[in-house]
């Protein structure tokens, strides 16, 4: 098991930035790729971001390619998301998900294991 608390979240202006963060403990954490997806009301849960256990191997969705940054710390078991020119459509609650396997996927569904998600609001 591997359990996942993510932070960072809040109230930010259009053009803002927020950096996220997903602290993980339970079983071995380098050996899993992580995501971040985000769920707006009404809406179904995305893809954001994903990194492979290494690092080496990076996914972001289109809207916030140039945007957002998603990293590691291994040693510090904690994988993050920098959000940089916030716009009010990225306001939704953030999720940091780790899966089984090493490298970095897309669909949810290749995902293991999930935090309680982070609350992100951005004002126009």
């Known amino acids: 098991q591997v359990q996942l608390v993510e932070s960072g979240g809040g109230l930010v202006q259009a053009g803002g930035s927020l950096r996220l963060s997903c602290a993980a403990s339970?079983?071995?954490?380098?050996?899993?790729?992580m995501g971040w997806f985000r769920q707006a009301p009404g809406k179904e849960r995305e893809f954001v971001a994903a990194?492979?256990?290494?690092?080496?191997?990076?996914n972001y969705e289109d809207s916030v390619k140039g945007r957002f940054t998603i990293s590691r710390d291994n040693a510090k078991s904690t994988v993050y998301l920098q959000m940089n020119s916030l716009k009010p459509e990225d306001t939704a609650v953030y999720y940091c998900?780790?899966?089984?396997?090493?490298?970095?996927?897309?669909?949810?569904?290749?995902?293991?294991?999930w935090g309680q998600g982070t609350q992100v609001t951005v004002s126009s």
């Open positions: 998900a780790a899966r089984r396997g090493s490298t970095s996927r897309r669909n949810k569904d290749d995902y293991d294991y």
């Open positions: 339970g079983r071995t954490f380098s050996g899993n790729a």
């Open positions: 990194i492979s256990w290494s690092g080496g191997f990076i």
